[in-house]
C-alpha cells in the first residue's frame, strides 16, 4: 500500500459511509478484519458484526481524513469526526492492511481544546 491507496480506500468508506451505503462502504474491509475502540474497550471480530452496527447507528457521523502516515501494510491516519452537527473530535486511526484490504482498525477519539495562552511564544504560526 502507498499512500495515495490508503486516502483513495478511507475515501470510498466515507463516501458511501455517508450515503448510507454500508455494504459498499464496507469493501475496504477483508471479511475477517477486526474493529477495536481501546477508549471502550470494544472489539468487533469480522466485517459482517461492524457493519450491521454501523447500519444502525443512531447518529448522523461526518469523517475527515486529515494526515496519512505509514508504510507496506501499516498507515496511521489523522481523522476528524463529529455527530450530529456537532464539534469536531479528534484522533489516530491505525490500519492494518492485508493486501488491498483492511484487515485491523483501531480507533481513538478525544475532544478538542483551546490551546493555553501562556505557551504562545513557542507555538508556530498556522
Known amino acids: ?25 464496507s469493501e475496504i474491509y477483508a471479511e475477517d478484519a477486526v474493529l477495536e475502540f481501546p477508549q471502550s474497550g470494544e472489539r468487533f471480530e469480522g ?3 461492524f457493519r450491521e452496527w454501523r447500519r444502525e447507528y443512531p447518529a448522523q457521523v461526518e469523517l475527515e481524513v486529515v494526515r496519512v ?3 507496506d501494510d501499516f498507515w496511521v491516519v ?6 450530529d452537527g456537532g464539534a469536531w473530535l479528534y484522533g489516530p486511526a491505525l490500519y492494518e492492511f492485508r493486501g488491498d484490504l483492511v484487515s485491523r482498525e483501531t480507533i481513538y477519539v478525544g475532544e478538542a481544546w483551546e490551546a493555553p495562552e501562556w505557551r ?3 507555538r508556530a504560526a498556522p
Open 1 to 25: 500500500m502507498d499512500e495515495q491507496s490508503v486516502r483513495a480506500a478511507l475515501e470510498h468508506y466515507i463516501r458511501h459511509s455517508s450515503a448510507g451505503d454500508e455494504d459498499r462502504a
Open 120 to 122: 504562545a511564544r513557542w
Open 69 to 71: 502516515r505509514g508504510r
Open 47 to 49: 466485517v459482517a458484526n
Open 78 to 83: 489523522e481523522i476528524r469526526a463529529r455527530y
